[in-house]
């Protein structure tokens, strides 16, 4: 099955500059990559997500990339504030015709952003 | 407003009781999913539905029962055989089948064994 590796697993900024996540992905079939924000004691939220058909995509502050070649996709936050502070998942799945999505998630990077 | 709901939010289980976890959502959306969360481990597939009485196991099944009766619906039940259930579980669900936008979670409920 799918193997989605992520790195850092912990990573701090002062507020203000950029950080990035990266997270590599191990079949080459995968086609769907979300990334989620999870708070303190919530559940985790979407906050932006690539297809395969796509190499970049940005809204506000938020970028992704994805290099199917290399298998990893990345996030990027610019001018980092500190409601940016929580853990952030990356995530890959595989569609298969007729059947639901499943996403196979990353460990986890807890981001602190350093006022 | 839409949205998933999960109940409670914390729940405390005695050695060899079963428990059931509730999640209820109005999105309308076929798929639902139950994960696992453990510190350092990202989330872990228990069991999925892609449409009414129907369901799949997922990574780590064992220990664990679902239904899904209604299309809003999808409670997950601790049995005692799960023999380390502390953990936070979260509940999701997806409009399904190709057209994937995603999933919506809930809020999790926390499980500690007492």
């Known amino acids: 099955g799918e193997n989605v590796e992520q790195h850092p697993s912990t990573l701090s900024v002062q507020e203000g500059d950029s950080a990035v996540i990266k997270c590599t992905y191990s079949?080459?079939?995968?086609?769907?990559f979300p990334w989620y924000k999870q708070e303190l004691g919530k559940g985790p939220q979407l906050i932006i997500d690539?297809?395969?058909?796509?190499g970049e995509k940005k809204d506000q502050r938020i970028a992704v990339t994805l290099n199917k070649t290399a298998k990893h996709f990345s996030l990027h936050i610019t001018e980092t504030q500190p409601e940016d502070s929580a853990v952030y998942f990356c995530?890959?799945?595989?569609?298969?015709?007729?059947?639901?999505?499943?996403?196979?998630f990353g460990s986890g990077t807890q981001l602190t952003v350093l006022p | 407003d839409g949205g998933i709901t999960q109940s409670p939010k914390y729940l405390f289980r005695k050695e060899g009781q079963n428990v059931t976890l509730s999640c209820e959502q109005n999105l309308n959306h076929d798929a639902m999913y139950w994960y696992r969360q453990d510190p350092g481990q990202g989330l872990r597939l228990i069991y999925y539905?892609?449409?009414?009485?129907?369901?799949q196991k997922g990574d780590i099944a064992e220990g664990y029962s679902v239904s899904r009766e209604k299309k809003e619906s999808f409670p997950l039940t601790v049995t005692s055989a799960q023999k380390n259930p502390t953990a936070f579980y979260l509940c999701a669900s997806s409009i399904g089948r190709d057209r994937s936008y995603g999933y919506t979670f809930g809020s999790g409920t926390r499980l500690t064994v007492v």
């Open positions: 690539i297809r395969s058909n796509v």
């Open positions: 539905s892609q449409i009414v009485n129907d369901f």
């Open positions: 995530a890959a799945s595989i569609a298969s015709s007729g059947s639901a999505r499943q996403l196979t």
């Open positions: 079949d080459s079939a995968s086609n769907y």
